[in-house]
């Protein structure tokens, strides 16, 4: 049996820097993203520097019937000890002015892909009584978010969901965890058509000490990981503060940014 770390959205930013990060741990790696260019270097990359198998595979996330033939493909031998459910995506607008299929793919890929592999890894993991479930979710989990609705709404769903499953899998020695990070500088703003400007441009996180962060928080099975002062201040802060209200501030936050 050979162990393998997979990770979703590993072409580009967060996941990139996880796959570079457990890569250099020693960990084999399963990548996945839809560019199989990137995926391709990444993975000679890892290889040829830190001596690890790497299997790469193009698959849109989107599609649950590629979701579903990924998941076919993956050879019975390799045991998925870790999985880092990081893929997804954001759009920034009105809800009602926004694409409806660009509505539909993000809940395929920010919820529905997110938990069908989970779901797969889960039987294995239980069996060998090991295994870690980190999912990317957002400080977005934390608040309605006003001109990135739909956004927020999923990764409210991804940290309900990691909360709850991890209560599940306690027993069998499977650490779930969620990271919600703060904005950080990946091709995330890019792809929703987003900036943060004034205070949240300034605070914006590298993803490297984010990726770090979470890892070491998955490690130590800390349920939640938010990296940086600020955000955990903000966070803080959330709690006390009727959504009601904090989805009015980050109404008027959303509406300044495109
Ligand atoms: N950057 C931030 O400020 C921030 C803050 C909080 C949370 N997050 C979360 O962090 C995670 C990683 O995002 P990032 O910041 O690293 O952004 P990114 O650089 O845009 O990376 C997103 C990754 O997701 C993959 N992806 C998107 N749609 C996909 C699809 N249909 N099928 C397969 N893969 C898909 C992309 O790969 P391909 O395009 O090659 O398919 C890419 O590898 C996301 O879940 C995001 O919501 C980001």
């Known amino acids: 049996?050979?162990?393998?770390?997979?990770?979703?959205?590993?072409?580009?930013?967060?996941g990139k820097d996880f796959a570079l990060e457990y890569a250099k741990a020693?960990?084999?790696l399963i990548?996945?993203?839809?560019?199989?260019?990137?995926?391709d270097e990444l993975a000679e990359t890892c290889r040829t520097t830190y001596n690890v198998r790497v299997e790469v595979f193009a698959v849109d996330l989107a599609q649950a019937e590629a979701v579903s033939t990924f998941l076919d493909n993956l050879d019975p031998a390799w045991f998925i000890d870790r999985l880092i459910n990081n893929a997804g995506f954001g759009w920034?607008?009105?809800y009602e002015d926004s694409d409806p299929e660009t509505l539909t793919s993000m809940i395929d890929v920010n919820v529905k892909a997110l938990s069908v592999l989970a779901y797969h890894v889960i039987p294995a993991m239980k069996t060998n009584r090991q295994g870690e479930i980190l999912n990317v979710a957002s400080m977005a989990a934390f608040t309605p978010g006003p001109y990135m609705t739909e956004y927020y709404a999923t990764k409210a769903y991804v940290l309900s969901f990691s909360m709850a499953?991890?209560?599940?899998?306690?027993?069998?020695?499977?650490?779930?965890a969620?990271?919600?990070?703060?904005?950080?500088?990946?091709?995330?703003f890019k792809v929703a058509a987003n900036t943060p400007n004034g205070l949240m441009g300034a605070i914006t996180l590298e993803s490297l000490p984010v990726v770090r962060k979470a890892i070491r928080g998955l490690a130590r099975n800390h349920s939640v990981t938010v990296p940086g002062l600020?955000?955990?201040?903000?966070?803080?802060?959330?709690?006390?503060?009727?959504?009601?209200i904090s989805a009015k501030i980050i109404a008027n936050v959303q509406k300044t940014r495109g």
């Open 1 to 14: 049996m050979t162990t393998f770390t997979l990770i979703t959205g590993a072409s580009s930013g967060l």
């Open 26 to 28: 020693k960990q084999n």
């Open 31 to 39: 990548l996945v993203a839809r560019r199989k260019d990137r995926l």
């Open 92 to 94: 920034h607008g009105s």
């Open 165 to 176: 499953l991890r209560e599940e899998l306690k027993p069998y020695g499977i650490k779930v």
């Open 178 to 188: 969620a990271l919600c990070p703060g904005p950080v500088h990946t091709e995330f």
């Open 230 to 244: 600020p955000f955990k201040l903000g966070r803080v802060a959330m709690k006390l503060v009727p959504r009601s």
